[in-house]
């Protein structure tokens, strides 16, 4: 049994040894490969752009090459700095976006970017994002949330200083809570909406959530949206119109006791298990 148990660790020692020879090689080889397609390697850039390359050892991306992302730099560093290298400064957002993308697209959080509404309004990833260098915040954002939200978005920044009001300002809740600014396939980027009830608004608000055997139809195909507005509102509970009445009116009409809100009767409002007209 000793005899066995020798020979079997000799033979994946010997093994082991075998395949590390043999990565040695291919990554020499590689490198001279690289090399030889005009690949310089850090140092290079080092020499011209020592600042960067001091705050790039601190950066979530230290594990890479600077011509992971700028490509090729030979023929630049030959030019004295002069072209022939990808410069995200001359280039548009769709090009800046593809070189973070050819090592972020196999991430989920990433994957509907092309299509999401910051590529499509020629938003770039480093337009958020400070690639070079440790920054103080989460993900190399170039400012907090939100922030950096209320740069673009200043007419969002209004609502939330209404009376009524979702406590972004205050920190109590964040943009990237319900949207996700990498592009989703629902509208304004919500991260879910009304798919299967499964709404933004009921990750907070699990009480409305349901299934309900009775469902209010206008939560069920609309959402959450259509009674409330998310950001900020003059009225309360975040309604889109004053009073409770005047929101029921616009899809029920005209009904019976004009002089009493709705819900003083109706007092399930988003849904029941046990009256098909939402009473208690």
């Not at 950096?148 to 990237?176: D, I, M």
């Not at 409330?228 to 009904?255: A, K, M, W, Y």
């Not at 709705?262 to 988003?270: K, S």
Request: glycine share 8%.
């Amino acid at each position: 049994m000793n005899r066995i148990r020798y020979w079997a660790t000799l033979i994946a020692v010997f093994g082991f040894a075998v395949s590390f020879i043999s990565l040695s090689s291919f990554s020499q080889e590689k490198t001279k490969g690289q090399q030889a397609e005009g690949y310089t390697g850090a140092e290079t850039c080092k020499g011209c752009h020592p600042d960067i390359y001091d705050l790039f050892k601190k950066d979530p991306h230290r594990g890479k090459q600077c011509e992971s992302c700028h490509g090729p730099g030979q023929k630049h560093a030959e030019a004295e700095g002069k072209g022939f290298i990808l410069s995200f400064k001359g280039k548009i957002a769709w090009d800046r976006s593809e070189s973070c993308l050819s090592c972020h697209q196999k991430q989920k959080e990433f994957f509907q970017f092309r299509r999401g509404v910051h590529q499509l309004s020629a938003v770039s990833c480093n337009d958020c994002h400070g690639i070079h260098g440790a920054q103080a915040t989460q993900n190399l954002l170039k400012a907090k949330e939100p922030d950096l939200c209320f740069s673009c978005h200043q007419e969002v920044k209004a609502n939330f200083y209404l009376p009524t009001r979702h406590r972004v300002l205050e920190g109590a809740v964040k943009c990237s809570d319900c949207h996700t600014p990498h592009g989703t396939r629902t509208r304004a980027s919500l991260r879910t909406w009304n798919k299967f009830n499964n709404d933004a608004c009921f990750k907070c608000h699990p009480e409305k959530r349901g299934p309900w055997v009775f469902e209010h139809l206008s939560v069920k195909g609309e959402g959450c949206s259509a009674c409330h507005t998310p950001h900020g509102s003059p009225n309360r509970f975040l309604l889109i119109r004053r009073d409770v009445r005047t929101v029921c009116l616009e899809c029920h009409g005209q009904r019976h006791f004009l002089n009493f809100s709705c819900v003083n009767c109706h007092t399930q409002i988003h849904g029941s298990n046990f009256s098909s007209r939402f009473f208690q």
